[in-house]
Each structure stands twice: as structure tokens, then as C-alpha cells.
């Protein structure tokens, strides 16, 4: 029987059940996902309930992925380099925490476009944004040895500070995108531009960016973002926020039922 939760704010419509539901009948086990939302002084006594009442684990969402820190005994490499969990697994009263938004943003990647990732050594991925999630991403592109990412923000100091921690990433301001559209093979928007309520905002125009080039967004509220629908009518290949936002959900399941 698995116990499984997912603390943060208002939760109450979220996707998640709906998810684990479906893999945990997929993979054969019983099981229940519960949904806590709480208030910033609720995390520990949220915590010491679950790690009590038999939780295998749980996933954390805003505005609570770095405020669980201190809370957790370790973090795993992810969520090390990120600063960022979304995910804690419990084993023997331990928590650990994980960070799987950037490996299921890869993942969702290879599943969808399977060719595209073969030859991922020879793509340049350009990142829309470098906050928190841009962060993710990068590192999971990296680790799975992308050719070169190019991030793109609105305050350059911080794609530049982005830029600094990883090998292989460049940092250029958004007025340069323009220069660098012929060269990339993949563009991402981790920016909010383009999500609910803002979802008539446009992130960058897609004149001049060549046609294999897929676009992709983390954002999935709506699921077609102006910049999804932009690329639809230009004829690119898209990548949902939905995809990733599956995937990151398959990858914290693989964490807690992988290790009994
Ligand atoms: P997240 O964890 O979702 O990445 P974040 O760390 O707050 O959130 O980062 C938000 C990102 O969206 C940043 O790159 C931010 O750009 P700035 O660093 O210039 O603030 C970007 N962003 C938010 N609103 C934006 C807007 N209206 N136009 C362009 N970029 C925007």
C-alpha cells in the first residue's frame, strides 16, 4: 500500500492524483495520493505526519520547493545543484529530497522526439528565462550531454550568473535572441510569460526561427500558450508543459517504488 501525498499551497486542483493514480493501476499497486494544503508553519508538523503515518513519499510544489530544505535530512544531486525539491522519498524515517522537473523535461523530450535526442551531441537547446526552473533543465540537458544550451533572459545579470555554474551554457539578453534563432535546434520558455493570467503575451516572435526547430514550454495553463500556438500555425514541432509535467511525476514515482 503505497501512501502518497503532495504538500504546497492550494493543491486542491491539482493534476497529481490523477497522475500517481494512474501509474500506481499501470504498475499493478495499491495505493493513495493525498493532496496538503498548507501554510508556511504547517511544514513540519505536514511532515512529521507523513513520515509517521507510513508515507513511501511525497511531491512538494510552490512556494514550498525551498522552504522544505531545512526539513530534510539530504538532498540528492538535483535538488543539491538546484537548491529545489520536488519530490522526498521516506525510507527508514529518512527524507530525502529530489528534484525531477529537469529529468522529466528530458525525459519528455526523448519520448515525444525520439530522433531529435539521438542527436542531441549535435543540438544547441536556446532557454527562455533563468530562474528556478531554467536551472532544472539545464542541468538535466547537460547531464545528458546536450551540445550547448543558450539562455536567454529579461535581467541578463542572471542568465550570466546561470551561465557561470554550468560548462556549456551562454548567456545573451533577450534583444539578442534574434541573432542566435538560426542556430538552435530546440527553444524553451521557462519564463511566465504566456501562463494564466497573462496568457495573451507573446515571449518572442518565431520570425526567422528555422522550421525543424521544435518549440516547447514548461508552462501548462493553459496547455496552448500564445507562444504553442504561434509555433502551430508556423508549422513547428511542439512540446507541451503538459508532457513535462507527466514525466517529472513518472520520475518521482520511479524514486519511491523503485526502492521498497
Ligand atoms: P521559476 O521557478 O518558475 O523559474 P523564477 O525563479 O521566479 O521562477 O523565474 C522566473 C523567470 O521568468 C525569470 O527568468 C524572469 O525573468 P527576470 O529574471 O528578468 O525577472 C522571467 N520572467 C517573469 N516575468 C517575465 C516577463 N514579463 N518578461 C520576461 N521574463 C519574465
Redesign the pocket.
Known amino acids: 500500500m503505497y501512501r502518497l501525498g503532495l504538500i504546497g499551497e492550494a493543491v486542491e486542483q491539482s493534476k497529481s492524483p490523477d497522475i500517481h493514480h494512474h501509474l500506481l493501476n499501470e504498475a499493478g499497486l495499491t495505493g493513495q495520493y493525498h493532496l496538503f494544503s498548507i501554510k508556511p508553519t504547517q511544514i513540519e508538523e505536514t511532515l512529521n505526519q507523513m513520515r509517521d503515518g507510513g508515507f513511501k513519499g511525497f511531491n512538494v510544489t510552490v512556494p514550498y520547493k525551498e522552504a522544505i530544505i531545512p526539513y530534510l535530512d539530504r538532498l540528492e544531486d538535483s535538488a543539491a545543484v538546484m537548491q529545489s525539491v520536488n519530490t522526498v522519498n521516506i525510507k527508514d524515517g529518512e527524507l530525502v529530497g529530489y528534484n525531477t522537473d529537469g529529468v522529466g523535461y528530458v525525459e519528455s523530450l526523448y519520448r515525444t522526439y525520439p530522433n531529435w535526442y539521438q542527436h542531441r551531441h549535435e543540438n544547441t537547446v536556446l532557454v527562455l528565462?533563468?530562474?528556478?526552473?531554467?536551472k532544472g533543465v539545464i542541468h538535466a540537458l547537460l547531464k545528458h550531454q546536450i551540445n550547448k544550451v543558450i539562455v536567454a533572459?529579461?535581467?541578463y545579470t542572471?542568465a550570466e550568473t546561470l551561465a557561470q555554474q554550468f560548462d556549456g551554457v551562454e548567456a545573451i539578453s533577450m534583444n539578442q535572441v534574434d541573432d542566435v534563432k538560426p542556430h538552435v535546434d530546440l527553444i524553451l520558455n521557462?519564463?511566465?510569460?504566456g501562463m494564466t493570467p497573462n496568457d495573451h503575451e507573446l515571449v518572442i516572435s518565431l520570425d526567422r526561427v528555422p522550421d525543424h526547430v521544435i518549440i516547447s514550454d514548461i508552462i501548462y495553463q493553459p496547455t496552448w500558450t500564445p507562444l504553442l500556438k504561434e509555433a502551430k500555425e508556423r508549422g513547428h514541432c511542439l512540446l507541451f508543459g503538459e508532457s513535462m509535467l507527466y514525466y517529472q511525476a513518472v520520475k518521482a514515482f520511479e524514486i519511491w517504488t523503485n526502492e521498497s
Do not use: E, F, Y
Open positions: 528565462g533563468a530562474g528556478g526552473a531554467a533572459n529579461r535581467t542572471k521557462t519564463t511566465r510569460v
